[in-house]
């Protein structure tokens, strides 16, 4: 059985640095920091500043671990206790729920729910339910 780990602390500080970026991003450029809208905005830019703050943004996004490997000295170790052919179908299913859901938790769950938007509040509570059925049907029900 998966097990998952506690962690308030480091869950605490990654939620402050979303948070933290949302909000600056909001300031700085006036765009809503949601990681699929910055995504599929690299690939029809309005503008050549609409495309740097984007660019810059995702390079911050995937250069994040080199620097987390320059502080400590080395990398935590990561389980994914799921197949590649798994993983590659899971990531099928959400790019088809944030292309219906009009965005996804990024932009729903931390800036739509801080402008208390109605319809990332129904997102949001979509996505929260539909991960607690899915956990509950594989560790449960399917017994994985």
């Known amino acids: 059985m998966i097990e998952t ?7 605490l ?6 948070g933290l970026a949302s909000v600056l ?25 609409d495309f740097s703050w984007r660019v810059a943004l995702l390079l911050g996004m995937v250069t994040g671990p080199a620097v987390y490997w320059l502080v400590t000295g080395g990398m935590p170790e990561i389980t994914v206790p799921a197949s590649m052919p798994m993983l590659l179908i899971g990531g099928f299913i959400v790019g088809i729920g944030v292309t219906y859901g009009s965005g996804c938790t990024s932009g729903h769950g931390v800036c739509g729910m801080a402008r208390l938007s109605p ?7 979509t996505f929260m339910a539909t991960t607690a059925a899915t956990v ?3 560790r ?3 017994g994985g």
């Open 25 to 49: 991003l909001m300031l700085s450029v006036g765009r809503i920091m949601g990681a699929t809208g910055v995504l599929a905005g690299i690939f029809a830019p309005a503008s050549v500043a």
């Open 5 to 11: 780990a506690f962690t308030p602390w480091q869950s």
């Open 119 to 125: 319809r990332s509040i129904a997102a949001t509570l």
């Open 140 to 142: 449960h029900v399917i």
């Open 13 to 18: 500080g990654g939620g402050v640095l979303i």
């Open 136 to 138: 509950f049907v594989i």
